[in-house]
């Protein structure tokens, strides 16, 4: 590690690109949230219509489960506001961060 890395400032979203988070299906997701890790994981089912869950959990329990979830809907996830853009099925979920 050089001099520089330990200087950069901790991201909390490292996997934010311009303003969008890609959920990966069943793939983890760890978040630093108040001094806590936060595990969020995106679940997309096809029955009745396509729809998606999100998944919060820290220290091993569920904290937060977002479910039916389709593109507009909203929700908060480690104190954030983000909307979601896409829903594909057993893919991704693809949120966007939610202006007020």
Known sequence: M???DAAAPQVKYPFEFDGRWVL???VPYSV???GHTHRIVATI??????????QIS????????HD???PGDTVEITGDTWRV??????TRIVLERAHA
Do not use: N
Not at 45 to 54: C, D, K, L, T
Not at 58 to 65: D, F, T
């Open 2 to 4: 050089s001099p520089d």
């Open 24 to 26: 990966r299906y069943h």
């Open 32 to 34: 630093e949230h108040e």
């Open 45 to 54: 089912f096809a029955q009745p219509s396509v729809h998606g869950r999100i």
């Open 58 to 65: 820290s220290a091993g329990r569920p904290l937060v489960e």
């Open 68 to 70: 039916d979830l389709t």
């Open 85 to 90: 853009a896409e829903v594909d099925y057993r």
